[in-house]
């Protein structure tokens, strides 16, 4: 199986492409370092107990008054920097690949079932996606957040990460459904389709076993850039206080953290999160641009 994608055009635009290699590589030390930061982070920043007050905002190791113990220094609570960017990566990937999964579930079968049956339903699905995009996930973000505060007052932070997928998924899920729209169109009038339907193969079997694998590559390619989308956009939403909770912060959070403390000279509690977060964006996003022309047949016979 290996052998067969390696050896086929995808396999062979990858090894030909020097930016694909290297943002893969970036990209899968980003997830592989945040999915083991339990193991591999020198201290864990979220156990009150073993912070010291007296190690907070010391320079990275390097600098005068550092310590190779906090290489990158520390935050205003004495959380080793390393630490806490290795679990706020964690968070940040977390809540973007659930958020993306949701979108793809709900926006692939809302615009397999708006392309194949058409009518009615696919004219108010359509008009539903023309009323989602005009609400940003910022806005929804906010509006959900304050409506849950007013009405649950004494609720858990916990839901904040609720808050932040359903923020992120509700405004996604619209690409996916008006791209698998437009290629369930094409597919629903092929010649495949039309014999399936003539010797009796029910609908739901045509769609998702026979139209839905010619539609996977536009998903697949969407949902790899909607992952970085995501990664700014929940960086976004905690710095502005709406997302996951500080004592359990992402990316977004620490940045917000060390906005406070950049004009007083304490650089790196801003300036590592920052550098973190858009690597790990970067590398994401040039992978699915690859992703992108790699699955586009007349992009890569023009090459």
Not at 95 to 113: C, E, F, H, N, W
Not at 130 to 149: C, E, K, N, T, Y
Not at 241 to 268: A, Q
Request: aromatic letters at 8%; glycine letters at 10%; a neutral charge.
């Amino acid at each position: 199986m290996l052998k067969k994608i390696f050896d086929s055009d995808i396999g062979y635009s990858f090894r030909s492409s020097a930016v694909a290699i290297g943002s893969s590589v970036i990209a899968g030390l980003c997830v592989l370092g945040a999915a083991l930061s339990g193991l591999i982070a020198p201290h864990n920043p979220f156990d009150l107990a073993s912070l010291i007050l007296s190690d907070a905002r010391l320079p990275p190791a390097w600098s005068e008054g550092g310590s190779w113990r906090y290489i990158l220094g520390t935050d205003d609570q004495g959380r080793d920097m390393l630490s806490a960017i290795l679990y706020g990566m964690r968070i940040s990937l977390l809540v973007s690949i659930v958020s993306v999964a949701l979108s793809v579930l709900i926006g692939t079968s809302l615009g397999l079932l708006a392309g194949y049956l058409g009518g009615w339903l696919d004219a108010f699905l359509m008009r539903l996606c023309d009323v989602m995009l005009s609400f940003p996930a910022i806005l929804i973000a906010l509006l959900i957040a304050g409506v849950g505060r007013a009405l649950f007052p004494d609720a858990h932070e916990s839901l904040a990460f609720g808050v932040l997928v359903l923020s992120i998924t509700l405004p996604g899920w619209v690409q996916y459904a008006r791209t698998v729209r437009a290629s369930t169109l094409v597919e629903s009038r092929k010649e495949y389709v039309l014999a399936a339907r003539l010797i009796g193969v029910s609908s739901i079997r045509i769609v998702y076993r026979h139209v839905l694998p010619n539609v996977v590559g536009p998903i697949l390619v969407l949902a790899t850039i909607q992952i970085a989308t995501s990664i700014i956009t929940e960086a976004t939403l905690s710095f502005l206080g709406v997302g996951v909770p500080p004592t359990s912060p992402s990316l977004g959070t620490l940045i917000r953290i060390g906005n406070d403390y950049l004009f007083s000279g304490e650089w790196w509690i801003l300036v590592f999160p920052g550098v973190a977060l858009v690597i790990l964006a970067v590398s994401v996003n040039l992978l699915g641009d690859w992703m992108r022309d790699a699955f586009n047949p007349r992009l890569r016979v023009g090459r």
